[in-house]
Nanobody, 125 residues
């Protein structure tokens, strides 16, 4: 069973950077898809970024390319580097794991089987 724990959230000012971490246990990250989603106050959950199994291809929401970067390391952790943060990036950020997520479903939360508890990111203006 895959277990995920997010960390790295906090309160920052607009223009600052943060790096979120998602510690994965139960499966090697290179064999699963791992995605980041977020849910802002009063908003629905939305896809942010994903990294695919094996070769590590990445996908991003149209609102974040060039500002956010998803990556993974050999310590079974997936990261979300967030730069030039904006107040509208304020949300609870979740990482999620899926096994065999096809490209057409990469941004669909229902394609993922395991979720972390979330980490709060607050960006002040």
């Amino acid at each position: 069973q895959v277990h995920l724990v997010e960390s790295g959230g906090g309160l920052v000012q607009a223009g600052d950077s943060l790096r979120l971490s998602c510690a994965v246990s139960g499966r090697t990250v290179s064999t699963i898809e791992v995605a980041w989603f977020r849910q802002g106050p009063g908003k629905e959950r939305e896809f942010v970024a994903a990294i695919r199994r094996y070769r590590g291809g990445t996908s991003y929401a149209t609102s974040v390319p060039g500002r956010f970067t998803v990556s993974r390391d050999n310590a079974n952790t997936v990261y979300l580097q967030m730069n030039i943060l904006k107040p509208e990036d304020t949300a609870v950020y979740y990482c999620a794991a899926g096994m065999g997520v096809i490209d057409s479903n990469i941004a669909d939360g229902f394609a993922y089987d395991a979720w972390g508890q979330g980490t709060q990111v607050t960006v002040s203006s």
